[in-house]
């Protein structure tokens, strides 16, 4: 027929919608794939300046906890995303901060242990306490591994002719400890990030 068959006049455009739709799908994923890209390599970047981050920050425990509350707010947008492989990313991630905050830890207790040595006594009255500083000074980020020490007056008494010292040693020995489990305890109280912190429910 001039016009064409009825199978003629059906099928092609039958075709050629399907292979439209297959091209805008295509193009639709492409799209969505383009963009979720650019989402995780802009959150890769923020998350190893945190890392960068997390290990020239000031030794204290806010200053770590708020490092780690940024790399968990990065976790949670690609959680809210739908990103796969999040959970084994995370577990990688935590092996990472659990590095550096175990090298900050070595840095704390030869800092400690250099403070707790010093023998620095220019300015000290007898009678009053003062405080020992110590301080990497040759180390660029030496802000970060300043430690203080209040130095612990000794004074030997002489009662009914014995020699008591006052305070005793027990009492400096529990100050001592008291001081460093202060310090190390810095990042020991940091939370790990968590892959699941919230749940969408339809």
């Known amino acids: 027929m001039a016009n064409g068959t009825s ?3 059906v099928h092609p455009p039958v075709r050629e919608s ?3 739709q297959f091209v805008r799908d295509f193009a639709s994923s492409t799209s969505t794939l383009q963009t979720k890209t650019d989402t995780l390599i802009a959150i890769h970047d923020e998350v190893l300046y945190c890392l960068n981050e997390l290990k020239t920050c ?3 425990s806010g200053a770590f906890t708020e ?3 940024k790399i968990q707010d990065h976790v949670d947008k690609m959680n809210l995303e739908n990103y796969v ?3 084994v990313w995370v577990k990688e991630l935590n092996g990472t901060i659990e590095e550096i905050l175990l090298e900050r830890l070595k840095e704390a207790i030869i800092a400690w242990i250099s403070a707790f040595n010093s023998e620095e006594r220019a300015g000290e009255v007898y009678g009053h306490k003062r405080q020992k500083k110590f301080d990497h000074a040759a180390d660029e980020n ?3 591994k300043t430690i203080k020490l ?3 007056l000794h004074e030997l008494i002489i009662r009914n002719q014995v020699i008591f010292l006052e305070p005793p040693l027990e009492h400096a020995r529990e100050v001592c400890f008291s001081s460093l ?3 190390l305890g810095m990042p020991c109280w940091t939370f790990q990030a968590h892959n699941i912190r919230c749940r969408m429910q339809s």
């Open 18 to 20: 399907r292979h439209v």
């Open 67 to 69: 490092t780690i509350r």
């Open 181 to 183: 489990h202060s310090w």
């Open 7 to 9: 199978d003629g006049s």
């Open 150 to 152: 209040d130095a612990i």
């Open 85 to 87: 492989n999040l959970a």
């Open 58 to 60: 000031l030794y204290e």
């Open 142 to 144: 030496a802000k970060t």
